[in-house]
Nanobody, 125 residues
């Protein structure tokens, strides 16, 4: 089992940057596929980016490709999402999540068993 705490959200102007962090408890962080999701008001929760357990494979949704960078430090039990060139459409609650590797593509957004509490990102125009 793993517990996740995501932090780093805030209010930023369009074009600005934020870095989200997801700190995991326990000694098994390196065994999990990790993902960042976001949910805007009235919309479904969508997968933004995902990273394999060893960090060697990464997926980005088209909407954030080239602007966001996902990374992880297994020695620190932490995952990150560097968000650059932010747009008002990026406004949402961002959640980190973990799932046991299943052999499915990283673009598969289901099967995540553990979730952070969410951190609000607001981008003003």
């Amino acid at each position: 089992q793993v517990q996740l705490v995501d932090t780093g959200g805030g209010l930023v102007q369009a074009g600005g940057s934020l870095r989200l962090s997801c700190a995991a408890s326990g000694r098994t962080f390196s065994r999990y596929t990790m993902g960042w999701f976001r949910q805007a008001p009235g919309k479904e929760r969508d997968l933004v980016a995902a990273i394999s357990d060893d960090g060697g494979t990464i997926y980005y949704a088209d909407s954030v490709k080239g602007r966001f960078t996902i990374s992880r430090d297994n020695a620190k039990n932490t995952m990150y999402l560097q968000m650059n060139s932010l747009k008002p459409d990026d406004t949402a609650v961002y959640y980190c999540a973990a799932r046991v590797p299943s052999g499915r593509s990283l673009s598969y957004g289901r099967g995540y068993d553990y979730w952070g509490q969410g951190t609000q990102v607001t981008v003003s125009s």
